[in-house]
Nanobody, 118 residues
Framework: QVQLVESGGGLVQAGGSLRLSCTASTSISSRAMGWYRQAPGKQRELVATVTSGGSTNYADSVKGRFTVSSDNARNTVTLEMNSLKPEDTAVYYC?????????????WGKGTLVTVSS
């Protein structure tokens, strides 16, 4: 079992920045990691992912504003969020795949709330 703990959420004004961190209870070096979000009344959606090889993928809505990175030595994955918009308001979830698997995210954190005021 893998525990994922997110931190860094909060309230920020539009145009501001936040940095989310996710710490895993086990090694992430062979896993894909990702950030997803769920806004009120909406389905959970992909924000950004990073593979074990370091390749990244972003939702079109956050390209150029958000950056995902992983630190295998610390078993952490970070989401730097800049130029935040009110529509970025959501609960942000960290996710991890199973080791050496490419079949989607298997483990989920409990989420951290990001609120962007206009």
């Amino acid at each position: 079992q893998v525990q994922l703990v997110e931190s860094g959420g909060g309230l920020v004004q539009a145009g501001g920045s936040l940095r989310l961190s996710c710490t895993a209870s086990t090694s992430i070096s062979s896993r894909a990691m990702g950030w997803y979000r769920q806004a009120p009344g909406k389905q959970r959606e992909l924000v950004a992912t990073v593979t074990s090889g370091g390749s990244t993928n972003y939702a079109d809505s956050v390209k150029g504003r958000f950056t995902v990175s992983s630190d295998n030595a610390r078993n952490t994955v970070t989401l730097e969020m800049n130029s935040l918009k009110p529509e970025d308001t959501a609960v942000y979830y960290c996710a991890a795949s199973r080791p050496f698997r490419n079949d989607g995210m298997f483990y989920w954190g409990k989420g951290t709330l990001v609120t962007v005021s206009s």
